[in-house]
């Protein structure tokens, strides 16, 4: 579960932790079925390329924002998709 602050975990625990620095992103949302990744996938993909954006070496990633177990309709299912893009860095002043 994303969380916007670095969470730590005792060492011997079955919880699993990662932190993910603050990254620029494209964002595509899927409200829909889990069939539909794919073209979402594509939507973002063909963003990045369309837009001469260029991925960072940061995982893409998915959010699935609700749970399907409580929501029957699959018309009702939202998935965030996320891809981090390289962002140039400034030079320093003098």
Not at 8 to 18: M, P
Not at 37 to 43: C, G, H, P, Q, S
Not at 57 to 80: K, R
Request: charged share 20%.
């Amino acid at each position: 579960i994303p969380v916007n602050s670095q969470v730590t975990v005792a060492e011997n625990s079955t919880i699993l932790s990662g932190f993910m620095e603050r990254t620029i992103v494209v964002k595509v949302t899927l409200k829909g079925n889990y069939t539909n990744l794919k073209e979402a996938w594509n939507i973002a993909n063909n963003y990045v390329k369309d837009n001469q954006l260029e991925a960072s070496e940061m995982s893409p990633f998915e959010i699935y924002v609700n749970d399907p177990g409580d929501l029957p309709n699959p018309a009702d299912w939202m998935t965030e998709i996320y891809i981090p893009i390289k962002t140039q860095e400034t030079e320093p002043t003098l």
